[in-house]
């Protein structure tokens, strides 16, 4: 699993980030050992709509989730 995460955030996406445009909100814990929550820092940088969720005691959590637009 964590080299399946770490496939996930490291390779090639195929579109830039920044053209998400959707709401996201991430999730990271601040001790996670496997991928530094300052990955997901520098994605909500570049992405125009982004809710961090930063967890100062985990060390076990790194997420996303899409919120849909309201229609």
Not at 10 to 29: A, D, N, Q, V, Y
Not at 62 to 69: A, E, N
């Amino acid at each position: 699993m964590i080299i399946a995460d770490a496939d996930i955030y490291l390779l090639e996406w195929g579109f830039e980030i920044s053209s998400i445009t959707p709401l996201i909100h991430l999730w990271h814990g601040k001790e996670d050992r496997n991928i530094s929550w300052k990955y997901s820092q520098q994605l909500a940088e570049v992405m125009p709509q982004v809710t961090t969720h930063w967890l100062e005691n985990d060390g076990t959590t790194h997420c996303q989730s899409l919120t849909p637009s309201a229609s």
